[in-house]
Every structure is written in structure tokens, then in C-alpha cells.
């Protein structure tokens, strides 16, 4: 299956701070990128979809200026999360898709903690 | 709007006993995918299958087996013969097809189901 990097795989930060989550596709072109958290003991919910050289599309609920997508890259996706707080603690899962792309791999995922 | 329900929230069983996982779905699209995944301790998502709504056959691979029932909107997975390591949330998912029909859209969760499998 396709190859899917995420960095940190957790984080740790003080309220107030802003936190950059890194996505990569090792090996292959992601010309769309899903960004999904996970809180505790509940599901997934899609957060944006961005696509390459495009401004990131938010659902409803997520806060754009809070959550900056960039996708300036084929292979590379970050999520930054500004200003955090502990509801802000969550599981970030990014998920990028080639074009015609009929799998979808997830990333490892990021846990972040905000104290 | 889409929804996908897994109405067994828990699912305790004793190693090889057989176990089903219910998940059932609800859309206005016509051509759509379904999907289910596994999610162990670590958190990273297991792709299992991928399912669209054309092909209403049923697939087996090892152990595991999926019923899609497009008459009454489930997509049911069993896992035969259970395992310790088979102890995971198992989320089921539906997908849009994006605006070209070739490849999915934004997935949509159920909430999961917590299976324990005791040796």
C-alpha cells in the first residue's frame, strides 16, 4: 500500500502556542489531502480537503484561521493548529489522494496534547 | 447527507469464536464506496477493504468476510475464528465518488466498534 508520513507522532505544548503537523506521500502524488481528527474514544471527522496549490475547503464547525492547511506540494500537506488549547487536544490523521486514486491510506497519525 | 451507523458500540468474544460487525448506511448518491478499517492501540488506521456500490458481492479474504447488502444499505463484516490480535475499533466508512465518478470523496464515519478478544 501507498506510503503516508506524518511528523510529530505526538506533541506536547503549552496553551497559547501554535503547533505544525507535516503529511507526506512517499510515493506517490497527492493532488488532494484530507485532514481528519479523532477526540478521544470517538471518530473521525473530516476537518478540510485541500488540493494542491489551493486554498484548503473547511467543513462546517472548523475554524479556518485556526486550522491553516498548506498544501504547497504533491507530497507534502502540513495542518497548523494557532493559538491551542486543551479542546484542541486531539488525534490528527491526514490522508492524502493521488489522482484516480482508488485507495485511501491514512497517516499515523498525531496525537497532540495541549496542557 | 451521509450516515453510516454501527449500532454495537462493544463486542466482547473468546478467542476463535466468530463475530459480526454490523454497519449499516444511508445516502442519496447512487454510486458511492464503502470501506472498513481497523484501529489498534497504536491509533494508525488498517485499510481492510474497499467496497462500491456496483458490486454487491460478497468478498473473503482469510478470515475476515464481507456481506454488502445494497437492499437493505449494510455492509456487514465477520471475522471467523477470532483472534487476541484481532482486539481493535473497527470503523466503517462511506465515501462520495468525487465530481468526475473516478475516485472517492471525504469519508464518513460510523462511530466504531470496540472489539475485545479474550484468549
Known amino acids: 500500500g501507498a506510503v503516508v508520513s506524518q511528523h510529530p507522532s505526538w506533541v506536547i505544548c503549552k496553551s497559547g502556542t501554535s503547533v505544525k503537523i507535516e503529511c507526506r506521500s512517499l510515493?506517490?502524488?497527492?493532488?488532494?489531502m484530507f485532514w481528519y481528527r479523532q477526540f478521544p474514544k470517538q471518530s473521525l471527522m473530516l476537518m478540510a480537503t485541500?488540493?494542491?496549490?489551493?486554498?484548503?475547503?473547511?467543513e462546517q464547525g472548523v475554524e479556518k484561521d485556526k486550522f491553516l492547511i498548506n498544501h504547497a506540494s504533491l507530497t507534502l500537506s502540513t495542518l497548523t493548529v494557532t493559538s491551542a488549547h486543551p479542546e484542541d487536544s486531539s488525534f490528527y490523521i491526514c490522508?492524502?489522494?493521488?489522482?484516480?486514486?482508488?485507495?485511501?491510506?491514512f497517516g499515523p497519525g498525531t496525537r497532540l496534547t495541549v496542557l | 447527507a451521509q450516515k453510516v451507523t454501527q449500532a454495537q458500540t462493544e463486542i466482547s468474544v473468546v478467542e476463535k469464536e466468530d463475530v459480526t460487525l454490523d454497519c449499516v448506511y444511508e445516502?442519496?448518491?447512487?454510486?458511492?464506496?464503502l470501506f472498513w478499517y481497523k484501529q489498534p492501540p497504536s491509533g494508525e488506521l488498517v485499510f481492510l477493504i474497499r467496497r462500491n456500490s456496483f458490486d454487491e458481492q460478497n468478498e473473503i479474504s482469510g478470515r475476515y468476510s464481507w456481506n454488502f447488502q445494497k437492499s437493505t444499505s449494510s455492509f456487514n463484516f465477520t471475522i471467523t475464528a477470532s483472534q487476541v490480535v484481532d482486539s481493535a475499533v473497527y470503523f466503517c466508512?462511506?465515501?462520495?465518488?468525487?465530481?468526475?465518478?473516478?475516485?472517492?470523496?471525504?469519508?464518513?464515519f460510523g462511530q466504531g466498534t470496540i472489539l475485545t478478544v479474550h484468549p
Open positions: 445516502t442519496r448518491d447512487t454510486t458511492y464506496y
Open positions: 490522508t492524502p489522494r493521488g489522482q484516480g486514486a482508488a485507495e485511501q491510506f
Open positions: 466508512a462511506l465515501s462520495e465518488l468525487n465530481a468526475g465518478g473516478t475516485s472517492y470523496g471525504k469519508l464518513t
Open positions: 485541500s488540493n494542491e496549490g489551493s486554498k484548503a475547503t473547511y
Open positions: 510515493d506517490f502524488q497527492a493532488t488532494t
